[in-house]
């Protein structure tokens, strides 16, 4: 079992920044993928950023050159450094365990948060 706890959500201006983090608990966490995926209203869940155990990041289009994923195994956790922040940015920020490298959809996650709040103003 594994439990995933959010942080560093809030309300922030457009063009702002915010540096969501996700601890680990439980199993093994250095040699899980790592993964951010954001739900808006009324939108299904979207994949952000991904990394692997050995430390290769991925991302989804829109976000690249704005976020940064990373990870701090001794800490057991996963960090979103999110720049340049859009309105359309706006969500609920979810971190999960990965079966599989380089996942990008809901199924190959299989533990989550509970998620943090992050809203952007324009």
Known sequence: QVQLVESGGGLVQAGGSLRL?????GRTFSSR???????????????????????????????KG???ISRDSAKNTVYLQ?????????????????RA???????????WGQGTQVTVSS
């Open 82 to 98: 999110m720049n340049s922040l859009k309105p359309e940015d706006t969500a609920v920020y979810y971190c999960a365990t990965s």
């Open 21 to 25: 983090s996700c601890v680990a608990s």
């Open 66 to 68: 704005r976020f940064t």
């Open 101 to 111: 490298p380089w996942a990008r959809t809901t199924n190959e996650y299989n533990y």
């Open 33 to 63: 993928g790592m993964g951010w995926f954001r739900q808006a209203p009324g939108k299904e869940r979207e994949f952000v950023a991904g990394i692997n155990w050995n430390y290769g990041t991925y991302y989804e289009d829109s976000v």
